[in-house]
């Protein structure tokens, strides 16, 4: 991994990549530059969800953490006047904040209880945005919420500013995060995932570690739910409710999380699949059963995930074998 | 005052015995399968969009329509099965995906054949009992406490004390260990998928007429059913009971004498309890993750 042939091969993999995002709105249609921005967004919830993914814990609560990262900023700017970028910051923070409390109950459970018990926290949270009207705008949530002010002469309200504003932001974050897993806190991650009792044993506290990852990961679904609320300028319970959830986790197992970039082949492939091709072929009404049917192919057909095509694709193009695809370094499916 | 708690309580029973058979069938094909279902809600959808068409439509008796319904989701589980569960048994993640998938397609299917607007179907019998003064039940609500007792009587002593039940047991303990017996993991897991399906099928079918169906409707459903398999520990089937009941009790009370979301919210927060202080449900073994 680390011989400079790669990091070569990665960052001009990394610079093409870039430039293609740069130029990519103008190619765009106005609703597709749309659903651009929100891809961005969901880019960075599902690699935030994924550092949490690294413990071995599925959450089912993440996109409600992402919504107080939403309303935290909506309120911050919108009641008490906080100038928008920092209100975002505090928005993330209280997400971060609100996952600093929730692991108290919720590390005490594990696996399939953990799953549920952190749908559950995120139900009773949603459920609290529901019923008081007031500071949280009750079930029509709050709308007006003050958008990310100009730069000059450069409108964040024109879609495609504001794509390279949260491609900048998320840019940022996804480097933090993959530098967080490179550290010696992700390896202690990846080990609490694969053997919690043998970590504990040498000395390592899984809770605090796993707080880390909980606490982290729900800082940057935060900053993704503040981009989304400042773009959109609305927010309610219903947005952030399980049927959104449950993309999430879909983007991640059928993109797969063994690798970094896994969740964001599935998010992308996915987005293309579903608001792109369906839309244009105009299936309204089968559009979920086709979506279902692409689902159940995938993890028949690819129970590794999507990634798990990039190594066999290159073993094709060297014609030779190369050493098993990176599974032994990452998260499996637990 | 008294009428009203009476009343509570009877409807508390009703409320407890649909959400024991969901939850129990739910357990069923997790014990074996060790997948969660997420399409369970759909399933339960089916069943009443069976009563739906054949009662309604077709003005078969109700009792057919319900058999048929049973029957009819018994059937797709067995697809669901042979389609996809089988291939994931190892792969408790992909088989929540799978299943997922499934859900998407049967709800598609609800929408092209019934539309997406609540269907209405008349009540079976108009009849009703006056338990105390003032205190109803209606027969309908009857139908599906009777048949709770009578189909979990029933599953309670295939499990027992057939040859079947007890080879079920078994894949649910240790699947390699029934393997190596000599038992046949693939039959045992149709039979399981095809009574975890049915007993959601037949729930549908008796609501049908109390619920309106709509293609989304399982959705609540599922989210019920999830916290009180929990709650009972996952795979436990007379766990799954007592928390149906206990749920069943606790949210109906609440929503009688406060509101649906405080009973929600209610109900989420006992549940969040339970597992700070046992972490692995009321009846969840201590070392099993």
């Known amino acids: ?334 | 005052m008294s009428e009203l708690i009476l009343q509570t309580i009877v409807n508390s029973i009703y409320a407890a015995s649909y959400m024991s058979l969901i939850a129990v069938g739910l357990v069923l094909i997790f014990g074996v399968m060790g997948v969660i279902n997420f399409a369970h809600g759909e399933l339960y959808m089916a069943g009443a969009y069976t009563v739906v068409a054949l009662y309604s439509g077709l003005n078969l008796p109700f009792f057919v329509a319900v058999v048929v319904g049973m029957v009819f989701v018994g059937l797709l589980g067995l697809v669901m099965e042979y389609a996809f569960f089988r291939a994931l048994r190892d792969n408790p993640l992909g088989g929540l995906i799978a299943s997922i998938g499934f859900l998407l397609i049967l709800q598609t299917v609800a929408v092209l054949g019934f539309g997406v607007r609540m269907a209405h179907i008349r009540p079976s019998t108009q009849e009703k009992i006056e338990l105390f003064d003032g205190v109803l039940l209606t027969h309908q609500r009857l139908y599906v406490i009777v048949a709770a007792i009578l189909l979990l009587t029933a599953l309670y002593i295939f499990l027992r004390k057939t040859k079947f039940g007890w080879a079920m047991r078994a894949c649910a303990q240790d699947t390699e260990a029934a393997a190596l017996q000599g038992i046949s993991l693939n039959q045992i897991t149709r039979i399981a998928m095809f009574i975890g399906a049915g007993l959601a099928g037949v729930v549908g079918a008796l609501t049908a007429p109390l619920v309106s169906p709509t293609p989304y409707m399982g959705h609540s459903i599922i989210v019920t059913a999830f916290i009180i398999i929990v709650v009972g520990g996952i795979g436990q089937l007379e766990g799954a009971v007592v928390a149906a009941i206990l749920y069943a009790f606790v949210h109906t009370f609440v929503t009688t004498f406060f509101d649906g979301v405080v009973a929600d919210m209610v109900g989420l927060v006992l549940m969040l309890l339970v597992l700070v202080v046992k972490p692995t449900g009321l009846f969840g073994a201590n070392d099993r993750v």
């Open chain 1, 1 to 334: 991994m680390s011989d400079s042939k790669t990091t070569i091969t990665v960052w001009i993999f990394a610079l093409t990549l870039l430039a293609g995002l740069l130029v990519l709105p103008q190619l765009l249609s106005y609703s597709q530059r749309e659903i651009a921005v929100f891809l961005i967004i969901n880019v960075l919830l599902v690699v935030s969800y994924r550092l949490m993914t690294l413990t071995g814990e599925w959450s089912l609560g993440h996109v409600v953490i992402m919504g107080v990262g939403a309303y935290a900023s909506a309120l911050f700017s919108k009641r008490l006047g906080v100038p928008v970028p920092l209100s975002m910051f505090l928005g993330a923070s209280t997400a971060g904040l609100t996952a600093v409390v929730l692991s108290f109950p919720l590390f005490r459970m594990k696996g399939f209880y953990f799953l549920i018990g952190s749908f559950a926290a995120g139900e009773v949270i949603r459920l609290i945005w529901k019923y008081f009207t007031f500071p949280f705008g009750g079930a029509k949530g709050l709308n007006l919420i003050p958008s990310f002010p100009d730069i000059g002469w450069i409108s964040f309200f024109d879609p495609v500013n504001y794509y390279y504003l949260c491609l900048i932001v998320v840019s940022v974050s996804l480097f933090i995060l993959y530098r967080v897993e490179r550290s010696r806190f992700g390896l202690t991650f990846h080990a609490l995932h694969w053997q919690d009792k043998l970590a504990e044993s040498v000395g390592v506290n899984t809770f605090r570690y796993r707080m880390l990852a909980f606490t982290l990961a729900s800082f940057f679904a935060g900053l993704s739910g503040a981009l989304y609320a400042h773009y959109i300028g609305t927010v309610n319970p219903t947005r952030f409710d399980v049927e959104e959830m449950v993309y999430v986790l879909i983007w991640a197992i059928v993109g797969g999380t063994a690798t970094f970039y896994g969740p964001i082949v599935g998010v992308v492939a996915l987005t293309i699949v579903n608001d792109v091709l369906l839309r244009a072929l105009g299936f309204d009404t089968i559009r979920p059963m086709i979506y279902g049917a692409v689902l159940i192919a995938s993890v028949l057909f690819m129970p590794d995930g999507l990634e798990s095509i990039f190594p066999k694709l290159k073993r094709l193009m060297m014609g030779r074998k190369t050493e098993p695809a990176t599974k032994s370094e990452a998260g499996e499916i637990p």
